[in-house]
């Protein structure tokens, strides 16, 4: 590396950090002293910066790993200090190996001879839109998996209620399955409670509702059942 070493230094008080499900490896230098790790929690995020500001750091920057890097990113931001967030590609250290020692002095003399970027970070508003909407998808792909479990319990019965009705957790859908789920085997009597808007007749309905009733069954068409009501 003696050809790099000569590049000028551009950040002189530089930090480099190698961010860990764990532990976060932290670089102030390129000597062994000048490498410490630290822990993941509230208290060790705030060991980290008043061990930064005894050293004079005034400029950090870290690799963003999964999103173990979020909370100490806003500790240090918050405590004052310009810190850089950086993509693995402008980090890849040289072939051969690797440690989280020399991962961390890599990234921290990288960023002093001025050789890494900040990556895009969207403001707090799109961050948190950006939570909720993640969230919303979660429980949407959640709903219909509980939604396509139930329809499985009806076909394994051979309750064909998903071709009658568009939606089998539709206001006549519930009522039908909770009827079922209260005793109820009349088809004709299940029938009736579909709305009056539905398209299908209550002569088709029944006969979608002419099954096998195997407890097994039933017991777990309680329980999808019951979970949809649960997150609904």
């Given amino acids: 590396m003696k050809k790099e070493e000569k590049l000028p230094i551009i950040h002189a008080h530089a930090a480099g950090i190698d961010v860990g499900s764990r532990l976060h490896y932290l670089a102030i230098g390129q000597g062994k002293d000048h490498v410490r790790s630290f822990g993941v929690y509230t208290q ?3 060991e980290m910066i008043r061990y930064l500001k005894e ?12 999103n173990y890097w979020q909370t100490l990113f806003a500790a ?10 950086v993509c693995g590609s402008q ?14 002095q890599w990234i921290q003399w990288l960023h002093s001879v001025g050789m890494l970027s900040h990556s895009f970070i969207p403001s707090e508003w799109f961050f948190n839109l950006r939570i909720y909407s993640r969230q919303r998808l979660k429980y949407i792909h959640h ?43 009349n088809p004709v009597a299940l029938a009736n409670l579909a709305d009056y808007r539905v398209k299908k007749s ?8 002419e099954g ?6 039933l017991f777990v068409l309680r329980q999808h059942y019951n979970e949809r009501l649960l997150h609904n």
């Fill in 76 to 85: 240090l931001e918050k405590a004052g200090f310009e810190v850089i967030l």
């Fill in 212 to 217: 096998n009733w195997e407890a097994a069954h």
């Fill in 91 to 104: 980090t890849k250290n040289v072939k051969g190996r690797k440690t989280d020692v020399q991962d961390c």
């Fill in 55 to 66: 050293n004079g750091i005034t400029t950090i920057a870290m690799e963003s790993t999964g």
């Fill in 202 to 209: 209550r002569e088709e309905i029944a006969l979608s509702l």
């Fill in 44 to 46: 060790d995020h705030q």
């Fill in 143 to 185: 709903q219909t998996a509980i939604i396509n479990q139930i329809q499985k319990a009806l076909r394994a019965m051979n309750l064909r209620l998903e071709v009658a009705l568009n939606d089998v957790t539709g206001k006549s859908g519930r009522d039908i399955i909770e009827a079922i789920l209260k005793g109820e085997r």
